[in-house]
């Protein structure tokens, strides 16, 4: 059963930077796809980015050039580095798996339980 704890969120200033992880266990990271998702209050669950097994990456329109999605098998971990943060970005961050899930895999069967991230101005 895979379990996926993610860690790193907080409040952050606009235009700075934060780095939020993503530990995976109970499933075969290396075969993984994983992905980034976001929910705001309110609002529907969103896409943020995505990175398949062997490091294709996709990124929602709004953060691309912004945000990085990158991924460590050796340390079962993904990342998600935003830069430039706007006050908009502010929700609880997800990260999901699934195995063979490539770059463009939208739909996932394990997820965290997210972590908060606040964007002041």
């Known amino acids: 059963q895979g379990q996926l704890v993610e860690s790193g969120g907080g409040l952050v200033q606009a235009g700075g930077s934060l780095r939020v992880s993503c530990v995976v266990s109970?499933?075969?990271?290396?075969?993984?796809?994983l992905a980034w998702f976001r929910q705001a209050p309110g609002k529907a669950r969103e896409f943020v980015g995505a990175i398949g097994r062997t490091g294709g990456r996709t990124y929602a329109d709004s953060v691309k050039g912004r945000f990085t999605e990158s991924r460590c098998n050796a340390k079962r971990t993904t990342y998600l580095q935003m830069n430039s943060l706007k006050l908009e970005v502010t929700a609880v961050y997800h990260c999901?798996?699934?195995?063979?899930?490539?770059?463009?895999?939208?739909?996932?069967?394990?997820w965290g339980q997210g972590t908060q991230v606040t964007v002041s101005s």
């Open positions: 109970g499933l075969a990271f290396d075969n993984c796809g």
């Open positions: 999901a798996a699934q195995p063979y899930a490539t770059e463009y895999t939208h739909d996932f069967r394990y």
